[in-house]
């Protein structure tokens, strides 16, 4: 379990966790991209 403060960010800041967050964010990303591309291609017929 990772602590969190109120901001919702990891109270401790180890390089570990800023790769994780860095890596979680580019995959949500990646992910809304596709979602959207496939509505749009959907969309398009």
Do not use: C, Y
């Amino acid at each position: 379990m990772r602590f969190l403060n109120d901001a919702g960010q990891p109270a401790v800041e180890s390089p570990t966790d800023s790769i994780v967050l860095k890596v979680t964010q580019s995959f949500r990303e990646i992910l809304t991209t596709h979602s959207e591309w496939i509505e749009w291609r959907t969309q398009a017929g």
